[in-house]
């Protein structure tokens, strides 16, 4: 693309104005000029009341372009460093179990950076945090008129389950099938938890709080305390109250939506 001069709010203490080019090869904002293969994520937040792109790239540039601001964040999307595959996507296929009206399927990319992975294509963007990933298995659809081999991913929305599902070449299935359980490996917490600890953990997930948790478990405040701390030292859970309150991160929903497939005996893929 030939070069696009830009006139941007660039957040530093204070909102500044500042002078944005882009063109096919990076992005220059103020003085420092960014290779797009230098990005390695980004994505929409927001700060000070306002909405922002937030672009990492050695350190965060947290920008607003005003009304180009969806079209400069497409163009990032697309751009900045990733191993990007071709295929169609469905996405959202399913919310929390039930069927998505009205979603169809899109021609784009599966695109993954450092920090999430992204379904790209002229009609949508979609972000996922790698810590929001839940799974990704295959499964079977009716695609057209034709049963179609398809990679499932769940991923948290929320504290809400989506599944998408992507279809494309068999070796480009199996490819992101392993790449994807790596990065789901990688987000396991480093040791297994106890038969207690689970009922916790999923006790945390439908809500009880600590004193219920407490009385129905018939356990102290000092052992639930201990169990709590671990939970956050896994990065399953954060505090949320003074009186040891806590909620669960993506990882700990991922984690009690693997229990409870272990206990019903579901299969997993």
Wanted: charged share 30%.
């Amino acid at each position: 693309m030939n070069e696009t001069k830009l006139l941007a709010e660039i957040f530093d203490g204070e909102w500044k104005k500042v002078e944005v080019l882009i063109n096919g090869k990076g992005i220059t904002i103020g003085r420092d000029r960014i290779d797009f293969k230098a990005i390695m994520d980004v994505e929409i937040t927001q700060n000070e009341g306002k909405e922002t792109i937030k672009i990492r790239s050695g350190k965060d540039y947290l920008l607003n372009f005003g009304e180009r601001q969806g079209q400069v964040y497409r163009f990032l999307a697309f751009n900045i460093k990733s191993d990007k595959f071709a295929v169609y996507f469905l996405s959202p296929a399913l919310r929390g179990g039930v069927l998505v009206a009205n979603s169809k399927w899109e021609k784009g990319y599966f695109s993954i950076t450092e920090s999430a992975a992204w379904f790209l294509s002229p009609e949508k963007i979609i972000r996922v945090p790698l810590s929001a990933l839940g799974s990704a298995k295959k499964d079977k659809r009716t695609v057209g008129d034709k049963q179609r081999v398809v990679l499932a991913v769940t991923h948290l929305e929320g504290k809400e389950v989506i599944t998408s599902f992507i279809l494309c070449p068999e070796t480009t299935l199996e490819l992101l099938l392993d790449y994807l359980h790596r990065i789901l490996e990688q987000q396991k917490p480093r040791e297994k938890l106890s038969e207690l600890e689970e009922q916790i953990l999923t006790m945390v997930y439908t809500g009880l709080d600590s004193s219920n948790i407490e009385s129905i478990l018939g356990i102290n405040t000092e052992k639930l305390n201990e169990i709590y701390d671990k939970f956050v030292n896994l990065g399953i859970a954060r505090v949320v109250k003074v009186r040891k309150e806590i909620e669960l991160t993506p990882k700990g929903i991922v984690l009690v939506s693997e229990t409870a497939k272990k206990l019903g005996g579901g299969k997993s893929g």
